[in-house]
Structure formats: C-alpha cells, structure tokens
C-alpha cells in the first residue's frame, strides 16, 4: 500500500473514533446511579396485602407537601441584547474543507496507485 494510502486511512480512521466521543456527555453529578429497585412481579392483589410503604430514591424529585399553583413568569419588555455567539458558519466551513482535502487526498492516492500498478505489469 502506498503511503499517502495509509496516511488518508489512518486520518479517516482517527475522525471516526474521535467524532463520538466529542459528543458524549459528562455524567451529572451521580444523579441516576443509585441500583435500580427490584421489580415486583406479584399480582396487585398479592402486592396490596403485604405491602409496605415505599422509601424514596435518593437524588430523584419528590411531590411538595404543600403543593401552590405555579404563577406565570413574568414577561420582560426590553430588548434584547444582540448575541456574541459566533456564527454557525465558522463550524461548517472548515468541516467541509476538511472534508473536500481529505476526498481529494483519497482520489490522489487512488488515481497514483493505480499507475504504479499499470506500470509494473507492463514492464
């Protein structure tokens, strides 16, 4: 294989494995890693003779005691300020230029290793 081959798959190769991982998501602060509790598999009958109150899960939200109707939030009525997010542009355009260097490469190493291979044969 020649070269650039290796060069262009190993690159392909390392976006792929790195592209999941850029968008994995941190854990929340061990909220959800408490054991699952254990399913009963009794009928509603047999669960409401014996039953005993269950506890809470730690970290999961519970009812209010006192529950109030939640008011509306308040509307602001001034303008809003214009954002300094940067344009979604400055993303895309050089993933796509990555992109089109990356395919030309691959064609490049292509095309070139097929005329070493026609030149050997013939020779």
Known sequence: MPRITLIVT???VTLALAAPMATAMPTHGGVGTAAAAQQDLRGADARDAGAKPAEPVPGLPTWPVNPEPITQAPVETTPMAGDDDTSPLAYIVPGIALGLV???GLGYAVRTSGRARRARISA
């Open 10 to 12: 190993a690159a392909l």
């Open 102 to 104: 990356l395919a030309a």
